[in-house]
Structure formats: C-alpha cells, structure tokens
C-alpha cells in the first residue's frame, strides 16, 4: 500500500501583508506557483494557474468572494475548495493546506 506523498512545509509571508479580498502568489523552491487568497479573513491556497486556458490566476484574475474568475476565458472556482463554478474549466484547482502561527502564513506542498 502505498502511502501519501510527503509534503513540506514552507512560510510563505506575513499574514498580515494579505488583506481581506485580496491574494498573492507564492513561487515554491521547485518552481510551482501557488495562489494565497484572504477570503474573509480566512487563508486559502490553490495552484495559481487557471485548468483551463494556463493563466495565474493571481495576475489575470479576479477575485469575488470565494469565487476567482479567470480573465482569458472567464471560467471560475471556488478558492475554498478547488472546485470549478463556471465553465469552459472543468479540472478542479489543487488545494493546499494553509496555516498561521505567529503571525506568518505557511503552505504545505
């Protein structure tokens, strides 16, 4: 049986660098992009590029709530989840885990 692939963990920024309704992206050491959104005053974390079309979603889109809708093609997901709301995407976003201590955010990838 094989087990989960490990994670690490990486600080990404100071959580209060991230106001309410806003976002940012976070390049991991490997490259990845990962996409931080404050929804609420709650932290989530998703790949940053859109399933769809390839657009980072923290550049070209725009955030509404929980919902960022992707510029290109205007396909959206809900941040919380990863789901897709709107097409043409039809591939979820990954999500990460996303935790605050001490005032800083740290993502789990």
Known sequence: MAGKPSRTKFVAFKSSALGPGEMRKLVLPDGRAIAIYNVEGQF???????????????????????????????????????????TPCSRDLRTYPISEAGGMLYIEA
């Open 44 to 86: 989530y974390a998703t790949d940053d590029l859109c399933t769809h079309g390839g657009a980072s979603l923290t550049e070209e889109g725009v955030l509404s709530g929980r919902i960022i809708e992707c510029s290109w093609h205007f396909g959206s997901f809900n941040v919380t989840t990863g789901e897709v709301v709107t």
